[in-house]
C-alpha cells in the first residue's frame, strides 16, 4: 500500500519567505510525528498529533514554526518567514496506534522534504 | 535529560567480517530502543526494536541496561548492509511518551 508521502520534495526559499510542507499519512494512523534533520545529524522531534489535537509542540525551536492537521489526516508544516539556520530536511512519520497503549508504536517515515534557505 | 550517543561516524568493515555498530543512551528511566536503518535513496525504516529480541536481516541487538548500551551487531557483514544506522530512543510514559529522539547516526560500508 501506499507510504507516507511529503511535498514538495525540495523547496528553495529566499530568506523571509514563508513556507508550508506536507505529509499525507498512511491512511487510518492516529499518530503523526514531524522532525528536522540537520546536515550530518540525526532526525529532532519538532511536534505530535494524535488524530486532530497537537498534543506536543515542543520542539518546535521559534514561534515561527507552526504545524496543523485539521481534519486528523493530512497535515502541514509552516515556516513563516524562513532564516537560513531552517535549512534542513523535514521529515514526517505516521504511527497506527495512540501512543501509550502498547508502548510506542512504530513510525512510518515519508521521504522528506529539503528545504534550502538562500 | 535523554541522549543517543552513536560515536562512530563511519565504519568500514568486509564482506564476511562481523560488524559492531556502537550507541550508548541516556535517560530518566525506561526506555525503548530502536535501531533505524536507511539506504541509499530510500527513506528511514525500522531495522528493529529492543522489545521484539528478534534477529532482522541477520542483525541483533542487546540491550544493556547497567551499561546503558544498546549496540548493534552482524557476525557476517554483507555488501547490502551499506547503508545509515541510526539508534533511537523513546520514553514509555510521561511526556516523552512516543517521540524518538536519535543520534547521529553512523554510516556503514561493507567492501566486496
Known amino acids: 500500500g501506499a507510504g507516507v508521502s511529503q511535498s514538495p520534495r525540495y523547496k528553495v526559499a529566499k530568506r523571509g519567505q514563508d513556507v508550508a510542507l506536507r505529509c499525507d499519512p498512511i491512511?487510518?494512523?492516529?499518530?503523526l510525528f514531524w522532525y528536522q534533520q540537520a546536515l550530518g545529524q540525526g532526525p529532532e522531534f519538532l511536534t505530535y498529533?494524535?488524530?486532530?489535537?497537537?498534543?506536543?509542540k515542543s520542539g518546535l525551536p521559534s514561534d515561527r514554526f507552526f504545524a496543523e492537521r485539521p481534519e486528523g489526516s493530512v497535515s502541514t508544516l509552516k515556516i513563516q518567514r524562513t532564516q537560513q539556520e531552517d535549512s534542513a530536511v523535514y521529515l514526517c512519520?505516521?504511527?497506527?496506534?495512540?501512543?501509550?497503549?502498547?508502548?510506542?508504536?512504530?513510525?512510518?517515515f515519508g521521504p522528506g522534504t529539503r528545504l534550502t534557505v538562500l | 535529560a535523554q541522549r543517543v550517543t552513536q560515536p562512530e561516524k563511519l565504519l568500514s568493515v568486509f564482506k564476511g567480517a562481523p560488524v559492531e555498530l556502537k550507541c550508548n543512551y541516556s535517560?530518566?528511566?525506561?526506555?525503548?530502543l530502536f535501531w533505524y536503518v536507511q539506504y541509499s535513496r530510500q527513506r528511514l525504516q525500522l531495522l528493529l526494536r529492543?522489545?521484539s529480541r528478534e534477529s532482522i536481516k541477520g542483525f541483533t541487538a542487546d540491550l544493556n541496561k547497567g551499561e546503558t548500551s544498546f549496540h548493534l551487531k552482524k557476525p557476517f557483514a554483507q555488501e547490502e548492509d551499506s547503508a545509515m544506522y541510526y539508534c533511537?530512543?523513546?520514553?514509555?510514559?510521561?511526556?516523552?511518551?512516543?517521540?524518538?529522539?536519535f543520534g547521529r547516526g553512523t554510516q556503514l560500508t561493507v567492501w566486496p
Open positions: 535517560y530518566s528511566g525506561s526506555p525503548e
Open positions: 512519520a505516521s504511527s497506527l496506534a495512540y501512543q501509550g497503549n502498547y508502548g510506542t508504536d512504530t513510525q512510518y
Open positions: 529492543h522489545i
Open positions: 498529533f494524535q488524530n486532530e489535537a497537537q498534543l506536543d
Open positions: 491512511s487510518g494512523h492516529v499518530s
Open positions: 533511537a530512543l523513546s520514553g514509555i510514559r510521561g511526556s516523552t511518551l512516543g517521540r524518538l529522539y
